[in-house]
């Protein structure tokens, strides 16, 4: 395959480039510093039709596809990942189930107001008892013949973008029956925020990503009409693992782009930097390891571009997609990690985007599925069952 972009690509990759180091850069190390969301930001990100950007034109989208998404995503993480992962959830997350498995009138309620920016969505799935175990839904939703309206009661933990002051809807996977077997059947529902007995509390005190909102969500009675159940009854499981199999591609993507932008500043930093009369830049070892974190971020673009390729194409993508998110969020770690021994004691300075860079990244290893459980499903696709 030619990952090489094409010229709508390249302009779309050169625009967000330009919003990113004229926009974002000057002002998010404030809003990270205050655990502040940067609403400036991701309206102007609105604006220019980034939460748009996979969705089609009839709901307001901008008629691209994934692979779009995912170089807006690697632009941005370049520079900052608060507002990538702002963008990645919105999209995967908050409007791509709608977009999937919504009926016409879902999408006609929900997909304008999100892709615009309008409004964000958030995914409740992960439990305080079920992060990699999601098959273990305790949250609850019964149906009440009188009112034709969904009960739900439960909880949902480290969901972004579910208490902003623009968040519209979040949609929540809970048991609403169960086989002859025993077995729970997931269903996904939506739930506007606002909804009386939907507590959404306190943002957490976060290691990184602190610019980006995320919350604890509590239910009790919750009731939403019997209309707001997504796609199928039972079906949540699966749907929630294909939206998961498609955002593992988007975090790829970012991981990329803080990848590379470790080794941006990195590079910037070892041609100012002197010591001993010379560039720190001239010295090999700072030569060497700032040619294994460029061969890390290509490697890992490469990577998660042909995943993307493939879901664009309608091709399997599963085992692609998780080794592209293996390998990423890897290697942002590790290049996290050198481009802050490159910059010495002021790589442990919060006014240097490489100290914001390694804090971010070892959420990578976590999010949207452990590196465990990309292994898994990697052995799996070998037809190594376990």
């Known amino acids: 395959m030619d990952h090489r972009l094409s010229p709508e690509l390249e302009e779309l990759r050169r625009t967000v480039e330009e919003f990113a180091h004229d926009v974002v850069a000057p002002k998010i190390g404030d809003y990270y510093e205050r655990h502040e969301f940067p609403y400036e ?3 102007e990100m ?28 690697e632009e941005l993480a370049r520079v ?11 999209v995967s997350l908050g409007a791509m189930p709608i977009h999937l498995f919504g009926t016409r009138e879902q999408k006609e309620k929900w997909l304008p107001r999100l892709c615009s920016g309008e409004v964000l969505g958030a995914f409740g799935l992960t439990e305080p008892d079920g992060g990699s175990d999601a098959g273990a839904t305790r949250t609850t939703a019964r149906l009440d013949p009188e009112t034709d309206e969904w009960v739900i009661n439960g ?19 809970a048991v609403t029956d169960r086989t002859p077997e025993g077995k729970p059947r997931i269903s996904s529902i ?3 925020s606002g909804t009386p007995g939907f507590t959404v509390a306190p943002a957490y005190s976060k290691v990184g990503w602190n610019a980006s909102d995320t919350r604890e969500l509590s239910f009790t009675d919750v009731r939403v009409p019997a209309a707001n159940l997504l796609g199928e009854e039972g079906r949540g499981y699966a749907q929630f693992l294909r939206i998961l199999d498609e955002g593992r591609i988007a975090i790829a993507a970012l991981a990329t782009g803080l990848a590379q932008g470790c080794v941006d500043e990195s590079v910037r930093y070892a041609k100012e930097r002197h010591a001993f009369g010379r560039p720190i830049g001239a010295n090999q070892a700072i030569q060497f390891k700032l040619a294994d974190m460029e061969m890390r971020a290509h490697t890992a673009r490469l990577a998660w571009r042909d995943a993307a390729s ?11 997609a998780a080794l592209a998110k293996l390998h990423s969020s890897t290697i942002a770690v590790d290049n996290a990690r050198d481009a802050t021994q490159i910059h010495g004691g002021y790589g442990f300075m919060n006014e240097y985007p490489v100290a914001r860079m390694w804090r971010d990244s070892k959420i990578l290893e976590i999010g949207e599925g452990t590196s465990e459980v990309q292994r898994m499903l990697i052995a799996r696709e070998l037809g190594l069952a376990g």
Not at 80 to 90: C, R
Not at 310 to 320: C, D, T, Y
Request: hydrophobic share 40%; charged share 20%.
């Open 41 to 43: 930001i991701v309206r």
């Open 46 to 73: 609105g604006r220019m039709g980034l939460f748009g950007l996979p969705f089609p034109e009839e709901y307001g989208g901008m008629g691209g596809d994934y692979l779009a998404l995912g170089i807006a995503l």
């Open 80 to 90: 900052d990942s608060s507002v990538a992962i702002t963008l990645e959830a919105g």
């Open 155 to 173: 909880t949902k933990c480290f969901i972004t973008n579910s208490g902003t002051d623009i968040t519209g809807l979040v949609t929540v996977t």
């Open 190 to 192: 939506i739930v506007p």
């Open 310 to 320: 493939r879901l664009v194409a309608g091709e399997p993508f599963k085992k692609e």
